[in-house]
């Protein structure tokens, strides 16, 4: 878990492109980063983008992800523009949209276990709806994005 964070950015056609999934996630705080190796290079993300990463990494594969903040330009405006208005098909072509919701707390992973139909007859119980109510009030829900990233997704989101 606490190994360094290396990425490998390669160049794609959106029309020839090797299956992938897209990251949908909090950028957090500007201000906090966190150092990670891009392509053999020091480059900075987000401590968000940081957790997502530590918690989404597979542990004996590599994993393919699109991710906005490594995958655009941020400080060249024109290709930002560009890549937002590809953003939909990006999103629709992702073999899965990975949603990101932070690390578990507030009894979290209980509710989506919930949610998944594990615990189904404990869903209606006030213990679980006071923590999914928790749930409900993380960051990532208040993001316009989302509808987006979530309604283009060609599988449920995971």
Known sequence: FEDPIELTLSTRSLSDVPEYEALSYVWGIEKCKSP???NDCSQVITENL???LRHLRL???PRTLWIDAVCINQED???RN??????????????HVVVFLGPEADKSGFVMDCIASRYAEDSH???????ANKLAERPWF???WVVQEVA???EDPV
């Not at 560009?82 to 073999?95: E, F, T």
């Not at 119980?125 to 923590?131: D, L, R, S």
Request: charged letters at 15%; proline letters at 3%.
């Open 142 to 144: 208040t993001r316009v």
């Open 77 to 79: 405006v024109a290709e």
């Open 82 to 95: 560009y890549q937002v208005s590809l953003m939909g098909s990006i999103y629709s072509k992702a073999s």
């Open 152 to 154: 283009l997704a060609s």
């Open 50 to 52: 940081d957790i997502a």
């Open 59 to 61: 542990k004996s594969e």
């Open 36 to 38: 990670v190796t891009v």
């Open 125 to 131: 119980m006030p213990y679980f709806i006071y923590y």
